[in-house]
């Protein structure tokens, strides 16, 4: 099992997928694990995804690579399955938080995609930014806020560099003005970066909400290569759509979650929002028990749905923000944000389960790949019991699955292997 050194650390970080079914009839098996299949069909597209985040060509040795990575992984869930660990990792709050995310995912892919497709012009000017590099430099607030001071200072006359000083916390990026230095398509925050593309040399973009906050950008310089060639835009444009979707996604998502917002029609009650404020930020992950004096007094109501959220109502569903999160709540501002962000959620999570998208082939296969995660993670925690990438870690980890293979079939179809053509489009 030498490939098993070279590959599956990189496993835990990418979780490649793969598609295991007794009924795959009229699909070439490549390999067989007891009553399981690892289809042609299902193993193609996983092993396109492997050897592009790993920047590895296609040849025999890889493709046996990820084969026997799977075979690994299908030994440890029927492992898992019989030692009763699948159950019990499948009742974790943090699995059905990230559960409840993918039905998030599903809602908006449903709604918004068809919005996200990018068109000619679109793509050809993403492709024309891909044969660029640009110099930029930012001013940053972790509020909307705190950047419109930023900028009004800006306006005042601060220098940048002054006020880089007080905005940053990074010491490199505090003492530099909050220069990125060079970068190229791909390599910033989406909505960072589509703002920053579209600068002249010197100009100033307004505030910009990115992932981790806001920004006000400059475009220092852009290097241009020469070269726009038509064959290679033509390869790329695959790739340069799902770009373009990463770009648009983000507002889209916004716009649609407001919609909702709005139509919910919430109304607070900012008295009982103060009596909440220092119970969630005493939260902590293992949820302490709090009296409330008064549970029942009314907190949110949503008029479209005249439906009342008290204070123990409104507490319970704060129990389920990160830590982050819960240390935002300091304020009434903040906490009608996040109550009502949290509210949205659970109208989209309904919304989910009205149009039956967890029972789609789609959404199982992910929840499926996202249950196998925590299962392996839990064994390697719990069972096995890594602590370091280390040779012994390796020994005991090779030793394990050794153990596990013995006491299964498993059959390959090394003809397969060698025969089966790589479809060569660029993927992502």
Not at 98 to 118: F, G, H, R, S
Not at 390 to 409: A, P, V, W, Y
Not at 410 to 426: E, G, P, Q
Request: glycine letters at 4%; one cysteine or more; proline letters at 3%.
């Amino acid at each position: 099992m030498n490939q098993f050194n070279k590959v599956f650390f990189f496993k835990l970080q990418f979780s490649a997928i793969i598609f295991f079914s007794c009924n795959q009839i009229h699909e070439p098996e490549i390999a067989q694990i007891d009553d399981n299949f690892i289809t042609l069909n299902a193993y193609l597209p996983r092993y396109q995804t492997f050897l592009s985040k790993t920047h590895q060509d296609d040849n025999l040795s890889n493709r046996y690579d990820l084969l026997n990575l799977l075979i690994d992984e299908a030994i440890i869930m029927e492992y898992a399955d019989e030692k009763g660990i699948t159950e019990k990792i499948e009742k974790l709050p943090t699995l059905e938080k990230e559960k409840n995310q993918l039905l998030l995912n599903a809602v908006y892919k449903q709604e918004l995609d068809p919005e996200l497709i990018a068109g000619e012009t679109e793509l050809r000017r993403l492709y024309t930014w891909s044969k660029s590099s640009i110099h930029v430099r930012h001013l940053f607030s972790r509020t909307k806020q705190g950047i419109l001071n930023i900028r009004n200072r800006l306006n005042s006359g601060h220098s940048w560099e002054k006020i880089a000083l007080s905005c940053f916390t990074d010491p490199l990026l505090s003492s530099n003005g909050g220069d990125l230095g060079f970068k190229k398509l791909g390599e910033l925050d989406p909505a960072f970066e589509e703002a920053a593309f579209q600068l002249t040399d010197g100009e100033i973009s307004p505030p910009i909400m990115t992932g981790d906050g806001y920004s006000i950008i400059q475009l220092l310089e852009r290097e241009y290569s020469p070269f726009l060639i038509e064959n290679e835009y033509l390869q790329m444009k695959e790739r340069l759509g799902i770009l373009a979707k990463t770009y648009k996604k983000r507002p889209a998502v916004r716009e649609y979650t407001d919609k909702v917002l709005d139509e919910l029609g919430l109304k607070f009650y900012n008295e009982t929002i103060e009596t909440l404020i220092p119970l969630v930020l005493s939260l902590n992950k293992k949820n302490i028990e709090i009296q409330l004096e008064n549970p029942n007094m009314p907190c949110v109501y949503s008029k479209s749905q005249n439906k009342m959220w008290n204070a123990e109502n409104t507490l319970d569903i704060c129990r389920t923000l990160s830590d982050k999160q819960k240390n935002r709540f300091d304020s009434i501002t903040n906490a009608k944000s996040i109550i009502s962000g949290l509210l949205v959620r659970e109208e989209l999570l309904k919304t989910a389960l009205e149009r039956k998208l967890n029972t789609t082939d789609e959404f199982m296969s992910i929840n499926y790949e996202l249950k196998k995660s925590y299962v392996i993670q839990y064994i390697f925690d719990n069972i096995i019991k890594v602590d370091k990438k280390n040779e012994e870690t390796i020994t005991e980890i090779q030793s394990f699955l050794e153990d596990l293979r013995s006491d299964s079939q498993i059959f390959i179809d090394s003809s397969l292997v060698r025969s089966f053509v790589l479809n060569k489009s660029i993927h992502i």
